[in-house]
């Protein structure tokens, strides 16, 4: 039978593997919605392939454009928040596809799950954020989350078969990002172009500037903290510069499970669609023989203090891991535009961190209150 899916954020670059891998399985997946911000070109070419019900663009302003452009479609077309939730409580979506960045996902994502939709979650704002109350909604509600992420996908990958009482720790890889080499003193010049070059994986322009920080590889500390229910002190990061080892979990033997493949988003989003399933496909494939070598070096936490941000938020719990991801969304934005350069990105998140008091067990207002608050602190700094 067919799966019916909705997609956050179709026309990003999760959005659109996503739906390069509905393309492939057309007797297994189809599309019940679709969300997007304002690509309209995108999503009118999606929906007059994949026919959703049900779409939801950012305002009055583009809906008119879109509706131009797909005159006769049998598609409804919501708009802004109230958008973002049809699409994700679409009423014959069985899964959601969560791949909008930022907070902006979090009201539609927990009130998909209690409609007992599975989620394949791409967004790390969702568990990095509101990481304790969207677990305690899946534990209620008794549905599934597939990660769509290299790393989480990898250790769910490792963790079959096995209990998950026997985990000694796991091993998250991180590429390192454009500036691995570069030495510390130069990062004070490094603009927004030259962190946009990343070295190996394809992905768009907030989450390449998070890997280039290593707070990408923060967030996924948190990340997994949560999917997989660790200490933060069993959760570790090794730089791995290939990319082809995707993250590793260490068992009480000291036998060490790895999951490698060619970087390519489309095996994890597959994986998660078809719910952990094994098809074949015609993504690339790894080829041992033209591999050079496979390196591994331990993070410099002096060079890219992110990292050690993220372990202080996540053990912090309460509304501050909220507000790190916030401060670091609004750094970033100013950052993409050219108001300062790399190494300050660092500087605003950690004063943003300060201003704060961690408010312990928030509800859903609370987080969204911090994440306000410190997107307000963060510009004005
Ligand atoms: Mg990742």
């Known amino acids: 039978m067919k799966k019916a899916i909705a997609i956050l954020g179709s026309t990003g670059s999760i959005g659109k593997q996503c739906l390069e891998v509905v393309s492939i399985f057309p007797s297994r997946l189809r599309v019940a919605a679709l969300a997007t ?18 779409i939801s663009v950012l305002n009055d302003e583009v809906k008119a454009k879109v509706e131009a452009k797909l005159a006769g479609a049998k598609v409804e077309i919501f708009t802004g928040a109230e958008g973002l939730l049809k699409v994700a409580t679409a009423a014959d979506a069985k899964m959601v596809v969560v791949a909008i960045p ?23 704002e969702v568990l990095v954020a509101a990481g304790e109350i969207f677990m305690n909604g899946v534990k209620a509600a008794g549905v599934k989350v597939f990660p769509i992420d290299s790393e989480h996908s990898a250790i769910a990958q490792c963790l079959r078969g096995e209990d998950k009482k026997t985990i000694k720790k796991i091993i998250l890889t991180a590429s390192g990002g454009p500036f691995l080499k570069t030495p510390a003193e130069k990062l004070v010049q490094m603009t927004a172009k030259d962190a946009l070059k990343h070295p190996t994986w394809k992905m768009g322009p907030k989450i390449t500037i998070d890997s280039a920080t290593l707070m990408n590889k923060g967030f996924e500390v948190i990340e997994a903290h949560y999917l997989f229910g660790l200490d ?7 730089i791995h510069p290939e990319s082809i080892i995707h993250s590793m979990v260490e068992f009480v033997d000291g036998s060490i499970k790895a999951q490698l493949g060619a970087p390519d988003m489309r095996v994890p ?18 080829d041992f023989a033209k591999v050079a070598g496979l390196t591994f070096q331990k993070p410099d936490k002096m060079k890219f ?34 108001r300062f350069n790399f190494d300050q990105i660092a500087v605003k998140i950690k004063a943003v961190m300060g201003q704060y008091q961690s408010k312990e067990s928030p509800a859903l207002n609370d987080i969204l209150a911090a994440d306000q608050a410190a997107r307000a602190a963060a510009a004005a700094i």
Do not use: M
């Not at 911000?37 to 049900?54: A, L, S, Y």
């Not at 930022?102 to 790390?124: C, F, H, M, R």
């Not at 989003?269 to 993504?283: D, F, K, P, S």
């Open 37 to 54: 911000r304002d690509d309209i070109d995108t999503i009118v070419e999606q929906v007059k392939k994949f026919q959703p019900r049900i």
């Open 102 to 124: 930022g907070s902006l996902a979090l009201t539609a994502v927990l009130e998909a799950v209690k409609l007992k939709k599975d989620i394949a979650l791409a967004t790390k």
């Open 232 to 238: 933060y002190a069993q959760i570790e990061v090794i």
């Open 269 to 286: 989003i597959q994986y998660a669609l078809l719910e952990e399933e094994r098809q074949a496909n015609h993504w690339g494939r790894l």
């Open 305 to 338: 203090p992110c990292l050690e941000y993220a372990y202080v938020a996540g053990k912090a719990k309460g509304t501050l891991p909220a507000i790190l991801n916030a401060a670091n969304e609004e750094a970033v934005n100013q950052f993409l535009k050219g």
